[in-house]
């Protein structure tokens, strides 16, 4: 078996199918509310308590459901925080760095606000990305 057929084949399981069903939820959940706070919260603040509420529900389910870990409590609630944070930084950082001037430059007729929610957009797209790897490889570990 190819290393690329291994490597498919240790991602693409149950779990998958399962964090991306809670993850969808929370997704809608989560950009809905941010989209809804972002004219009195901005950026930083809708994205952030947004993530926060929903990240408590993602912690509950994908470790019972998603990854059926059987790791300490404490342990795998730290290494999700972990998780959560560094994914959230590292995706909305960028996202909200790259998309405005990618949208000014190309698309300029797009209104500054709508670069922030577009921004938004792709920032949950790339977060999903990384959580599952970090829960997957490292959070939810025994």
């Keep these: 078996m190819s290393w690329f057929k291994k490597l498919f084949a240790f991602f693409w399981d149950k779990s998958l199918l399962i964090f991306l069903i809670i993850g969808g939820l929370n997704t809608l959940v989560s950009m809905a509310g941010s989209q809804l706070l972002y ?16 990240s408590v529900f993602s912690f509950i389910f994908n ?3 998603s990854f059926e870990s059987k790791a300490p409590l404490l342990q795998s609630a730290v290494r999700f925080a972990v ?20 949208l000014a430059r190309f698309f300029p007729a797009v209104p500054e606000d709508w670069r922030g929610r577009v921004a938004m957009l792709v920032a949950q797209v790339i977060f999903t990305g990384c959580n599952y790897l970090g829960q997957r490889l490292w959070a939810f570990k025994e």
């Design 39 to 54: 004219g009195a919260l901005g950026y930083w603040g809708s994205t952030a308590l947004m993530f926060t509420v929903c």
């Design 63 to 65: 470790r019972k459901y």
């Design 83 to 102: 998780v959560i944070a560094v994914c959230y930084l590292i995706s909305f950082g960028l996202s909200d760095i790259l998309v405005p001037g990618f």
